[in-house]
């Protein structure tokens, strides 16, 4: 070889291994993560509805871009100085912008709602919602906007008159407001049918359950808030469907018809608004009926089908009608053991099993226009993955998304093109256009924002469960200056519980860059996704139910025999941290398990499922009263005196999610057990630490593990 060409090489090759010095600092690792380090994406992607054109922003989200599907040539659409020029007023950014229709945009400042036209360069003021408006739902065809004021809902007419749905003066009867703690896939109250003939708004009686108190030391003296939080096996919110016909200003209500406290959820309407279907579950959890109901009179219609298990049923998904020109509806349930799509009609006859597969739906993406073909998310069969499948009514899948990796989809509203943006281990992010023949085409590839600092490797790899068959998930960062004849110690971090999987195949496999950061101070930072949690079917996580913490412990300590096996582990050095859930099962571990660990950081633990709601708690562990052992062997107060490491408790003071009493309780019973422990509050904040005092939490985290695991 050219001797020119050999000392080219080295020169290059060289460079990228010198440039490569810059060291992560606690802040970047805690802040930057989705900032200066976020990948290059198409920002604000959006389909122009009816079109085959799409958008998206740059210039700091100042200038959209457009381009149509079938060439992919960008050009500008509309700037935010366009708009303000317009409306008169002062935008800074393109977010929250939606679609009405292919020319008019749909955009609010504050507390006013603008249109704005894309080809006329005009727009106008339509509606402007009081100041104190919470819970905001807009009808863009209609431009109707239904609200909440504190407990009441209230909507605005075209004439911008404000009307009362709802006037309760008793404080604990809310309306329009999620309920059942946003559980079951809650995420709002207010429906709008599909005419906007008519808005249906969940209501919750909270008169008979507790109040809470939350300490506000902002204020002197400090006072008082109080909340209402219903603990497992004590009374509940009772739930009620309210009906408002927005022609008659009447109101009727559906209560459940079982009994008062069952949950009523997943509500839909069908797309000719004569009825409206609401899944209810009996207060157990074990035992669900998809109900029709009249939407003029509020009358029971019948049950369309029925879910029992003796563990629980979650409904998570409403009904999903594909096409509007027929009220056949697609059900998303878990009872063959993983997420299915099932086609009924109406009267609850199963047209049509969509899918088969023995790995989970996550969400329906849409149909195309004709309602034939039906786009949704799901893992594939490697449970770490997320990828896109079609299906058409005769039950024939097929792959969307061809890349290994973690995937959001768009789809065309003709249901000819798909929008995808994904990563995985080895790419920051990649995004695609695909064709109805699912030919693809590049239009964006990120470059590696990490690439000029120094950071470690993440190993993925499978163990085995206790039964010998179960493959569990695990991660495992090393530092860029790995050297596999040192001996290391390692940080476990932990969360363990439902509903979370946190390791994936994303760019930095799921990990937050604190884990890479800590990592370059000499740590390994290993994590295990036990049974219990998300994305590998129903009894994959129902293997927790009414025992929270003992197999969860059972597949972590079979993660720390497998580190054992390791020549560059030091086993005596050992921590363990989590938050939440997982601040339940660091403090479980150092408790049940205290000759494996030096040094644990609970973040908001639960202590004692009594204390825990009703909605979660009694999915898992049924209520006190029903299960005593269960709850007995899961509260981590009859174990405080077998503490024998370092532990460190962290709770936010005004935690409404994990109340402080579970970390105050426990502390009260290492104090009479003689244990020392550490406790730090952060005061007024809640169930996690955000914002700039999030550097103060982590650097608190790690200087503890590290100060207290040599």
């Known amino acids: 070889m050219n001797k020119k060409i050999i000392l080219l090489l080295c020169l290059s090759l060289g460079l990228g291994v010198f440039a490569q010095t810059r060291k992560l600092t606690l802040e970047e690792a805690v802040l930057q993560q989705n900032r200066r380090f976020r990948a290059d994406k198409l920002t604000g992607f959006q389909w122009i509805p009816n079109t085959n054109q799409y958008v998206y922003y740059t210039d700091a989200w100042s200038k959209m871009l457009t381009a149509k599907a079938t060439d992919t040539i960008t050009s500008e659409y509309v700037t935010l ?34 249109t704005y036209s894309i080809t006329s360069k005009t727009g106008k003021k339509i509606q402007e ?33 404000k009307i009362t749905v709802t006037n309760e003066s008793n404080p604990a009867i809310v309306s329009g407001q999620s309920i059942a703690r946003n559980e079951f896939g809650i995420s709002g109250g207010i429906f709008w ?46 739930p009620k469907v309210g009906i408002f016909n927005i022609a008659t200003g009447k109101t009727i209500y559906i209560s459940p018809k079982g009994n008062p406290d069952d949950y009523l959820t997943n509500l839909a309407w069908t797309p000719d608004e004569k009825y409206i279907l609401i899944a209810e579950l009996n207060r157990g959890q074990n035992n669900m009926n998809l109900n029709l109901y009249d939407a003029q009179s509020g009358a029971f219609v019948h049950t369309i089908l029925n879910e029992k298990n003796s563990k629980w049923v979650e409904p998570e998904h409403p009904a999903f009608f594909p096409s509007t020109k027929t009220n056949n509806f697609i059900w998303i349930s878990e009872k063959d053991g993983f997420n299915n799509l099932y086609f009924y009609n109406l009267e609850g006859r199963l047209i049509k099993k969509l899918t088969n597969n023995k790995f989970p739906v996550r969400t329906i993406l849409g149909t195309n226009p004709a309602g ?14 997320m990828l896109a499948y079609k299906v058409d009514l005769k039950g024939k899948q097929t792959l969307i998304t061809k890349d290994q990796g973690v995937h959001s989809v768009s789809v065309s509203s003709d249901g000819a093109w798909f929008f995808d943006e994904y990563s995985n281990h080895t790419t920051p992010s990649r995004s695609l256009l695909y064709d109805k023949k699912l030919k693809s085409k590049l239009l964006l590839e990120s470059e590696n924002k990490y690439k000029d600092y120094l950071m470690g490797t993440a190993d993925i790899t499978t163990i085995k469960s206790i039964d010998g068959q179960t493959d569990l998930y695990t991660r495992l960062i090393k530092p860029s200056n790995f050297d596999p004849n040192k001996k290391y110690p390692v940080l476990v971090y932990v969360y363990g519980g439902p509903h979370a999987q946190l390791i994936t195949n994303s760019y930095l496999d799921g990990a937050n860059l604190w884990m890479y950061y800590m990592a370059e101070q000499g740590y390994l930072v290993f994590t295990l996704d036990n049974r219990g949690s998300d994305n590998r079917g129903f009894a994959f996580e129902s293997a927790i139910h009414g025992r929270l913490g003992v197999h969860e412990i059972e597949d972590q300590m079979l993660g720390i025999e497998y580190l054992k096996t390791l020549p560059y582990v030091d086993s005596n050095r050992l921590a363990v941290h989590g938050w939440s859930f997982g601040g339940f099962m660091t403090t479980s571990l150092m408790l049940h398990k205290p000759d494996t660990f030096k040094v644990g950081v609970a973040g908001g633990p639960v202590t004692d499922w009594k204390w825990y709601e009703v909605m979660y708690g009694e999915r898992y562990m049924d209520t006190p009263q029903e299960n005593p052992k269960g709850y007995e062997e899961a509260s981590l107060l009859n174990f405080a005196q077998d503490l024998k490491g370092k ?33 730090f509050p952060y005061p007024m904040h809640k169930h996690n630490v955000q914002g700039k005092d999030r550097v103060h939490l982590i650097q608190k985290i790690l200087d503890y593990v590290i100060e207290n695991n040599k």
């Open 193 to 238: 049918s599909p005419k906007s003939n008519y808005l249906a708004f969940y209501q919750k009686d909270e008169t008979e359950v507790s109040d809470y108190p939350l300490l506000d030391i902002t204020q002197t003296p400090g006072k008082l808030t109080t909340i209402k939080y219903p603990m497992a096996g004590q009374k509940s919110e009772k």
């Open 372 to 385: 034939t073909e039906i786009y949704f998310m799901a893992t594939g069969e490697n449970p770490i993955n």
């Open 647 to 679: 532990l460190l408790l962290i709770h936010g003071t005004s935690d409404d999610v994990v109340l402080e009493q579970h970390n105050l309780s426990l502390v009260k019973k290492f104090i009479e057990s003689q244990k020392q422990v550490d406790y």
């Open 129 to 161: 919602i009081p100041a104190g408006a919470e819970n905001i739902s807009f009808d863009r065809a209609n431009q109707l906007v239904a609200f909440t004021e504190k407990n009441n809902l209230y909507f605005l007419n075209k004439n911008q008159e």
């Open 81 to 114: 100085n366009d708009i303000n020029q317009a409306l008169g007023t002062k935008l800074k950014n393109f977010f929250g912008i939606s679609w009405i229709d292919s020319d008019t945009l749909f955009l609010n400042e504050g507390t006013a709602y603008y």
